[in-house]
């Protein structure tokens, strides 16, 4: 998952491939909730791991719910004991829910129904999203709740309620500002079905349908047979009692899906034969974990996607969908929609809006406003920086894409801490005007899909030069390798530390009992072409399954490199390697000759410095602060005669490239020498600073 401050898109020109999705958020998490009220054990499978299942499962776990394990680990079920419908007498605590409305209204329902002492506690953003409607709702049965700060808004403080007021008159709930109101009190109501039924009332319109739907699907795998009467009026039958289905598979999210959905009607197009997925030498997306047979409503933006041109094949539980043909679905088609059976996911319309010959004008959204941040606004404001004219009302939102290519402007997109902004928006980076696009605070998207951006770069395609590559090269000890990675981490950027790849060879050379010098210079290179290396986030490098990380820092390591970075073969064996590190969204590659020789198109070349005395003395902390023992005048006397070698070297010989930026870093820290290479890296955007 990206935990960047922002991540930078370069313009990305197809897509093509297969994408498994994450478990719904709104699944997910009522489907916890029903296992916590259920008695016995529910083995869940596929539950998604995100800020907002975690939230609730902590929450749960603090209310006695026995879950095991831990943590969400991908591929294995979670078993939830639940607590029968009842608390102890003396339950009381205080519950951080976030910015997770499908945690915060539902468990607030539940225990104002089951009593206690609790806190409703979350983020900022959560105390500005309405939840009065609920509380009214709630006071009918008898439930005490009081506001600990603004009326009509959490923190709430929850007490133990008088249901002696409990009548037979309907429960009236507002249905036109969330449908998480009434997803709420369907879920806390079967708690109290004794001898007679429990009747909801919906005034107003019913907004958001379709997770309604999901609900009332869900309460009948728990043993809660809802009488849906035409979304207005809904009886809980006498008698109820949650009871466990045993197991239970999370569907994959549908909203998640609009995403992959989109990209495949804006990205996919023709391909060369060999690429192609059919006959008929169309590229295409195919989307894992949701289709035909969904329960989720969103499903439902495959009709949106259809009328704007898009090619969508379904079966039970996946998605094909690839670009029109031009003229007939390329561009896409503007449309007019009442999007109030997919709220959500009509997001994802509105950047494809920026694909259309035409106005787009998405209506029936007013809950957006009240949504993780008032997105009306927000995606009003976002895509008139890309240059989009842009009309919003109260509970619609008109979109004229760019009028030509030149129009279209590269752009930083806040995204409010709202996970679909984020998602939707890196969709702009299929602008034909090539430029690239910005995404502030990605790691918001860890609330539904935090590893939304790994996916999409798994099928995203650009040319290569269009992928930014910042070099950093110098002498040994200069640093380098730290500065790298620390640059790498505040990008979100793929690390390749080219010293690392001449001291594996090195080291697999010497291993195998060769001679580092001309008689094994071919064998040594073969050797190099297949090994399988890789570097991790916690800077290991590893050869196959062997972590070698410390057995690659040694003296003897570094001068084994030295040799076999001399030796002709042997580097060209390692060009093509170092290359494929030249991946989305990005590279950092530290070296001798990273912008010298592999990338010598590279838009930021930095050579650091610093005298040999300073990297002696650097190199010396480093060795016995890993408890290898020393010596700072052996050590001066290796790194200046291994400086002299690598400069004198007839290939590839250490020294700056012409455009590259000179840095001594004798007399700075870490952090400013990270400071200023992201200084210089910024002045080459088009955004200016973050």
């Not at 047979?293 to 009328?307: K, L, N």
Request: glycine share 8%; proline share 5%.
């Amino acid at each position: 998952m990206f935990t960047t401050e922002f991540l930078d898109l370069p313009a990305l020109d197809t897509a093509h491939g297969t994408v498994s999705l994450p478990g719904s958020k709104s699944i997910s998490n009522r489907v916890l909730l029903l296992a916590a009220l259920s008695q016995g054990t529910t083995v869940i499978h596929d539950l998604l791991d995100s800020d907002d299942t975690r939230v609730m499962l902590a929450a749960l776990r603090q209310l006695g719910c026995r879950i095991a394990p831990d943590a969400v680990v991908p591929g294995q079920a979670i078993e939830v004991t639940g607590i029968g419908g009842q608390l102890p007498a003396d339950a009381a605590a205080t519950l951080f829910l976030g910015n997770a409305g499908t945690a915060m209204r539902p468990l607030t329902a539940a225990l104002a129904v089951l009593g206690g002492s609790f806190e409703m506690t979350g983020v900022p953003r959560m105390y500005e999203r309405p939840i009065g409607d609920l509380v009214d709702a709630l006071r009918q049965l008898g439930c005490r709740i009081a506001y600990l700060g603004n009326e009509g808004f959490p923190p709430l403080k929850i007490g133990r309620p008088d249901f002696s007021r409990f009548g037979q008159a309907p429960i009236q709930v507002r249905g036109d500002v969330s449908s998480q109101f009434l997803t709420s009190l369907l879920m806390a109501l079967p708690l109290q079905a004794g001898s007679r039924d429990i009747v909801i009332e919906v005034v107003g319109e019913l907004i958001s349908r379709p997770y309604i739907h999901i609900t009332l699907e869900l309460l009948a795998r728990f043993g809660i047979a809802v009488k849906n009467e035409n979304w207005q009026r809904f009886v809980i039958p006498a008698g109820s009692r949650y009871r466990s289905p045993g197991e239970i598979h999370v569907e994959a999210d549908a909203s998640s899906a609009s995403y992959f959905i989109a990209l495949g009607a804006i990205a996919t197009g023709m391909a060369d034969t060999a690429d192609a997925d059919n006959a008929t030498g169309r590229k295409s997306i195919r989307i894992l974990g949701v289709g035909r047979d969904s329960i989720q409503g969103d499903i439902r933006f495959v009709e949106a996607a259809r009328a704007m041109g898009a090619q969508v094949e379904s079966g039970p539980n996946w998605l094909q969908v690839a670009r029109g043909e031009p003229g007939q679905g390329w561009p896409l088609k503007a449309i007019d929609l009442d999007c109030n059976h997919i709220p959500d996911a009509a997001m994802t319309l509105a950047v494809m809006a920026l694909y259309a010959d035409g106005t787009t004008t998405l209506r029936n959204i007013a809950s957006w406003r009240v949504k993780e941040t008032d997105r009306i606004a927000a995606m009003a404001i976002e895509l008139r920086k890309l240059g989009a004219t842009v009309e919003e009302g109260p509970d619609y939102i008109r979109i004229t894409p760019p009028a030509s290519r030149a129009d279209w402007k590269a752009a930083s997109i806040h995204t409010y801490d709202d996970h679909r902004v984020a998602m939707c928006f890196s969709l702009a980076a299929f602008n034909p005007a090539k430029l690239p696009v910005r995404i502030e605070d990605p790691k918001c998207v860890a609330k539904t899909f935090p590893d939304y951006f790994e996916a999409l770069f798994s099928v995203c395609q650009t040319e290569r030069e269009r992928i930014p590559v910042i070099c950093i090269d110098g002498p040994t000890a200069s640093g380098k390798g730290t500065i790298a990675a620390e640059v790498a981490r505040a990008l979100g950027y793929q690390l390749l530390d080219s010293g690392a790849l001449y001291r594996i060879t090195g080291l697999a050379a010497s291993r195998a009992g060769l001679a580092l010098d001309e008689s094994n210079e071919e064998t040594i290179a073969e050797m190099a072409l297949d090994m399988p290396v890789r570097f991790d986030a916690q800077q290991r490098v590893w050869l196959g399954d062997e972590d070698i990380s410390l057995a690659i820092r040694s003296e003897q390591a570094g001068m084994n490199a030295s040799r076999v970075s001399a030796l002709p073969a042997v580097r060209s064996a390692l060009v093509d390697l170092q290359l494929a590190f030249q991946t989305l969204p990005g590279l950092v590659a530290d070296g001798r000759d990273m912008g010298t020789v592999i990338f010598p198109h590279a838009p930021l070349k930095v050579y650091l410095s610093a005298s040999a005395q300073c990297r002696a003395e650097r190199r010396y902390k480093q060795l016995i602060s890993k408890g290898i023992s020393a010596n700072i005048s052996t050590l001066l006397a290796d790194l200046e005669a291994r400086d002299a070698r690598d400069m004198q070297r007839a290939t590839a010989p250490l020294k700056p490239a012409e455009d590259a930026l000179l840095l001594d870093s004798s007399e700075l820290t870490i952090e400013q020498v990270v400071a200023q290479v992201l200084s210089w890296w910024q002045e080459r955007q088009p955004f200016g600073r973050a």
